[in-house]
């Protein structure tokens, strides 16, 4: 990636899950904005990643040959290139998995058709209901993902297999779970619970009393007779009591199943594993999650309690769209920069300056010049999305990799046990 778009591919993704957030959102605000932010960013990130077809992309008979330092001249026999055997990503083993090894794949746009009849009949038998909810959006984006994704061009096929299991993790993580228990007892999801009391109410209490506003969650309310977890009293400018209930958009279920959906996708199309890295980073996704719904409910209520009923209410349409997006550029940019995602490829800054050859002789410096020149070319090629000389499988902009001084790009897992370049045969960097 180009140094000179790197912030404006954080930029596109911070559009492209707000406008996410507004339209499956039960959002006040309107949702073709959402639907506008979405075509936005994504145009943005498309743009921030396209990078002409580099040398490293092209079939072996049309790329031409780069010629070996005469110092280090490979023999004959070792420039055939041996069968590699092919790298796999967790996205391309989940979506295996998912159409049995290919074998649905032809048929996606047909269940994209189905859902969606299945969806019209949910609504008219069962739900009785012509509006469109949080879960019908949900199901409509698998549907319309399930619709284009075999026509989809193949250099945005990374592109488009997290979008697919963007929606599919998005719909198994929100719309089953919820339709479940809507079904089996008889109404919405209720937040009236102890865990909506310690993990919201009571955090966003003690948040506002830390700066003199005294709110409280007193957990039974008087009006109702009963126990209300989800329920919390601030006083007016006017004296007079501010009743604040926590309902399932405030209580952030639906940004913690889009931040979570978003962040295994991308995982699956950039790795062939979790690891610890990866579970920290969504260990902390999750409570960044929590922390700014937290915020956002105590600026709703200090609002409340100094501008009033209508200004608060004001707020809560409206802030939270703002809040979500502040944290999602937090996120990703804590993300990008542990994983390495906004670096540019084969830019190991471990590597010596000068390689020398196994027996240790020096280089001229006509040919360092030489090295040099390839060094740079081999940088150009790192930024688009070449492939990996060894397993011919493309590059990625978080994978970590290494560049050769003769120019050639591999992943770093793909020489994990070798010790000298295939190509020129120099000495890789001792570990």
Request: charged share 20%.
């Amino acid at each position: 990636m180009r140094k000179d778009r790197r912030i404006w591919f954080v930029l596109g993704l911070i559009i492209l899950f707000g406008g996410l957030n507004l339209t499956i959102l039960l959002s006040h605000l309107s949702r073709a904005i959402g639907v506008l932010m979405i075509i936005a960013g994504l145009a943005v990130v498309l743009w921030a990643t396209e990078e002409k077809t580099p040398a490293a992309a092209l079939p072996s008979a049309a790329r031409p040959l780069e010629a070996a330092p005469p110092s280090v001249a490979t023999p004959p026999a070792a420039r055939k290139r041996a069968p590699r055997p092919k790298k796999k990503t967790l996205a391309s083993n989940l979506i295996n998995l998912l159409t049995l090894d290919g074998i649905l794949k032809p048929y996606l746009p047909i269940f994209g058709i189905l859902i969606i009849a299945v969806l019209i009949m949910f609504n008219a038998l069962v739900s009785r209901s012509t509006y469109l909810g949080s879960n019908d959006f949900v199901v409509m984006l698998l549907a319309g993902v399930l619709l284009l994704y075999n026509y989809v061009p193949r250099k945005y096929r990374v592109e488009r297999d997290f979008a697919l299991l963007f929606s599919v993790f998005l719909f198994a993580i929100l719309v089953l779970p919820t339709t479940i228990y809507a079904l089996a007892a008889g109404g919405d999801v209720d937040t009236n619970s102890r865990l909506t009391y310690y993990l919201l109410s009571v955090p966003t209490v003690m948040l506002v009393n830390l700066f003199g506003i005294p709110a409280v969650t007193p957990g039974y309310n008087p009006g109702l007779g009963d126990f209300a977890y989800n329920y919390i009293e601030v006083p007016g400018p006017d004296g007079n009591i501010i009743p604040v209930s926590i309902g399932i958009s405030c209580a952030g279920l639906y940004s913690v199943a889009i931040f979570i959906s978003a962040f295994i996708a991308f995982v699956a199309v950039e790795y062939n594993r979790f690891d610890r890295k990866v579970v920290k980073l969504l260990a902390l996704g999750i409570f960044l999650a929590w922390v700014a719904n937290i915020i956002r409910m105590a600026i709703i209520i200090a609002v409340g309690r100094y501008h009033g009923w209508s200004a608060m209410e004001w707020t809560h349409n409206n802030i939270g769209e703002i809040i979500f997006m502040l944290w999602i550029a937090i996120f990703w940019l804590i993300l990008f920069k542990y994983l390495g995602v906004l670096d540019d490829l084969g830019g190991d800054k471990s590597i010596p300056g000068g390689a020398k050859s196994a027996a240790g002789s020096k280089e001229s410096k006509n040919e360092e010049g030489k090295d040099e020149r390839r060094g740079r070319k081999g940088e150009e090629k790192a930024k688009g999305r070449g492939d990996c000389e060894i397993c011919q499988s493309p590059l990625s902009l978080s994978i970590p990799a290494h560049r050769c001084k003769c120019g050639r790009i591999y992943h770093r897992e793909c020489i994990a046990d070798a010790k000298n370049c295939p190509a020129c045969h120099r000495a890789f960097p001792k570990k």
